[in-house]
């Protein structure tokens, strides 16, 4: 069974960092992307940053040049460094894996909270 759980969440006070981590376990065949989501409060699930195993690596606009997402592949995770941290970046963060084999398949962490104060 496939387990993602994240961690490194917290509250921080804005210009502070955080560093999240996405463990996960069990088999995933196919892997086509691994990402970082948020969602804050009123509003939709957004994607935060993401790398393919084709080797590209895409983030949103309001993070480009603060967040570096990576991953270590001995340790099945998936990390999300984020810098110069603001209150807007506050919200719920998921990491999701994408995967294809017969047909596609979305995996999902149940989160962790990221608090940015003024």
């Known amino acids: 069974q496939v387990q993602l759980v994240e961690s490194g969440g917290g509250l921080v006070q804005t210009g502070g960092s955080l560093r999240l981590s996405c463990a996960h376990s069990g088999s995933i065949f196919g892997i086509r992307r691994m990402a970082w989501h948020r969602q804050a409060p009123g509003k939709e699930r957004e994607l935060v940053a993401s790398?393919?195993?084709?080797?590209?690596?895409n983030y949103a606009d309001s993070v480009k040049g603060r967040f570096t997402i990576s991953r270590d592949n001995a340790k099945n995770t998936v990390y999300l460094q984020m810098n110069s941290l603001k209150p807007e970046d506050t919200g719920v963060y998921y990491c999701?894996?994408?995967?294809?084999?017969?047909?596609?398949?979305?995996?999902w962490g149940q989160g962790t909270q990221v608090t940015v104060s003024s």
């Open positions: 790398f393919t195993t084709g080797g590209s690596t």
């Open positions: 999701n894996i994408n995967s294809y084999i017969y047909r596609e398949r979305d995996y």
